[in-house]
């Protein structure tokens, strides 16, 4: 039962260049989160989606960034015209259907890590 | 506002040594409270999940307490190991909203021999 799977793992990228960064969540898993961590601080939230929909991008820049969780495949964050400040850590995480209130239990990939020159 | 601060931001210690990390919440109204470990390079790990009705949890050397009452909890190692060398986060869940996750900046603990 393969984990949170993440791809590219690194990826470098000029000034302008397009990124994009893909996610499989866990199998049965229906909710994917995107966060952003930056050397040495603590993770951001960015967006929440469920299948063919997002739910919650309040923590996403409103220009360059966009996000999508199609039918079929991973999840993917897309990066347009990448500036230097977009180096960063991005982590996905999967959590099966919550059941009641709260978040389920969250499980992490291992993170793509974006360097732009 | 929903905040959750821990402290030290830093720390080190000789390996064998125990230590307890802190986690302060404001966030309400509160679901649960969760630790993550994570190694440099590497995606964070769930250690332990507390919810409003529990006071403490074990996994293995990692012991968590919670107070709901003063919105604190502690994660203690005892006997550390080099590989304890990690970020711990923490993560309180309220029960509001899409995204109601918020995480501490973590605390950076450094074993040494």
């Known amino acids: 039962n393969a984990g949170v799977m993440q791809n590219p793992r690194h990826l470098v990228r000029r000034r302008g260049q397009e990124a994009r960064l893909r996610c499989s969540p866990m199998?049965?898993?229906?909710?994917v989160y995107w966060y952003r961590q930056l050397p040495e601080e603590g993770l951001k939230f960015m967006v929440y989606?469920?299948?063919?929909?997002?739910?919650?991008e309040s923590g996403m820049p409103k220009e360059r960034f966009s996000a999508e969780f199609p039918k079929e495949g991973p999840s993917i964050l897309r990066i347009q015209q990448v500036v230097r400040g977009d180096s960063a850590a991005y982590f996905c995480?999967?959590?099966?259907?919550?059941?009641?209130?709260?978040?389920?239990?969250?499980?992490f990939g291992e993170g793509s890590r974006l360097t732009v020159l | 506002k929903n905040q959750v601060e821990q402290s030290p931001q830093s720390l080190i210690i000789l390996e064998g040594k125990n230590c307890t990390l802190q986690c302060n919440y404001t966030v309400s109204p509160f679901s649960n409270l969760r630790w993550y470990k994570q190694d440099t390079g590497r995606g964070p790990v769930s250690l332990t999940i507390?919810?409003?009705?529990?006071n403490t949890k074990s996994n293995g050397r990692y012991t968590a307490t919670l107070d709901a009452d003063t919105k604190q909890s502690s994660l203690h190692i005892t006997a550390s190991q080099l590989s304890d060398s990690a970020s711990y986060i923490c993560v309180v869940s309220d029960q509001t909203g899409a995204n109601n996750l918020f995480f501490g900046t973590g605390t950076r603990l450094t074993v040494i021999p």
């Open positions: 995480a999967s959590s099966p259907p919550r059941r009641g209130s709260g978040t389920g239990e969250l499980f």
């Open positions: 199998k049965g898993h229906s909710h």
């Open positions: 507390m919810t409003f009705s529990e």
């Open positions: 989606l469920q299948k063919e929909n997002i739910i919650d």
